[in-house]
């Protein structure tokens, strides 16, 4: 397989590109949605609550905090998450500058 050549593209074409990827996995999307609509750091309940086996939630649970969207702190001999909001934020404007700059004005 060739060189994907990102050097090319800029950095922010790159960090969208990156989070997109790691969107594109609808258990990393409920997981995500699960772990925002929750007023406290969760801890060890997304087994239950998506529907996958351990390991694979902490897959995906690494992919998702290789973006820098969650936050982890251990309690006794649990990894608890949460969301990290300046990153969130962050990626929410990345988003925004790019759906917002469509030229509306063809076909």
Same mark, same amino acid.
């Given at each position: 397989?060739?060189?994907?050549?990102?050097?090319?593209?800029?950095?922010? @074409?790159? $960090?969208? $590109? %990156?989070v !997109? #990827? /790691?969107?594109?996995?609808? $258990?990393? &999307?409920?997981? *995500?949605?699960?772990?925002?609509? %929750?007023?406290?750091?969760?801890?060890?309940?997304? &087994?239950? /609550?998506?529907? *996958?086996? @351990?390991?694979?939630?902490?897959?995906? *649970?690494?992919?998702? #905090?290789?973006?820098?969207?969650?936050?982890?702190?251990?309690?006794?001999k649990?990894?608890?998450?949460?969301?990290? !909001?300046? #990153?969130?934020?962050?990626? %929410? @404007? *990345?988003?925004? !500058?790019?759906?917002?700059?469509?030229? @509306?004005?063809?076909?």
């Amino acid at each position: 397989m060739g060189a994907s050549k990102t050097e090319i593209f800029t950095i922010p @074409q790159n $960090a969208l $590109a %990156q989070v !997109a #990827k /790691v969107l594109a996995h609808p $258990a990393r &999307v409920a997981i *995500l949605q699960y772990i925002s609509r %929750q007023e406290n750091c969760i801890c060890n309940d997304l &087994v239950d /609550v998506i529907g *996958l086996s @351990q390991p694979t939630i902490s897959q995906h *649970l690494n992919e998702i #905090k290789k973006i820098g969207l969650l936050k982890g702190t251990f309690e006794g001999k649990n990894l608890c998450y949460c969301i990290n !909001a300046e #990153k969130w934020e962050e990626l %929410q @404007q *990345l988003f925004h !500058a790019f759906f917002g700059k469509i030229n @509306q004005n063809c076909c």
